[in-house]
């Protein structure tokens, strides 16, 4: 069965999208723990990151890097955190998370409470940035 994310690649389950190519895809989490928080996925579903293969992986990283840029032309912050750990759903993801604090990346926290309006109008500024 599918993975919840290659679904939401397929688009048949909606999400606040902020680029694609070929292989990759980012959008925002729906929980996020900071404003700007944005999953990497491949499109290929790969449970474990670290099963991707090294020219693939270093792709991955190039895509999560642009969505980066993007990150940090239109959120304040100081730099923005990745993160990868893939508990909760088994299909690669890199987080990568606008933070001005190392608290800013804990996930054990409350969730931020956004609201879906919110996260559209993040989405769209993060989107005006990239390139
Ligand atoms: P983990 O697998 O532990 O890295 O966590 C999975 C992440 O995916 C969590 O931060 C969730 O908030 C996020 N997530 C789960 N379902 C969705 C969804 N439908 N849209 C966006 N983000 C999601």
Known sequence: MA??????????IPCHKIAENEEF???????PVAL???LVIPKKEVDYIFDIDD???GRMMAFAKR?????????????IGL??????????HIHLIPITKESDMYFGT??????????????????????
């Open 3 to 12: 993975t919840i994310f290659s679904r939401i690649v397929a688009g048949e």
């Open 25 to 31: 895809f980012a959008f925002l989490d729906i929980n």
């Open 36 to 38: 700007g928080h944005t």
């Open 55 to 57: 020219p693939m992986l």
């Open 67 to 79: 969505v980066a840029r993007a990150q940090e032309a239109s959120i304040p912050c100081k730099r």
């Open 83 to 92: 993160a990868v750990m893939g508990l909760e759903v088994p299909h690669a």
């Open 110 to 131: 409350k969730k931020l409470e956004i609201t879906q309006a919110e996260l559209a109008e993040i989405a769209a500024k993060i989107r005006n940035e990239y390139k």
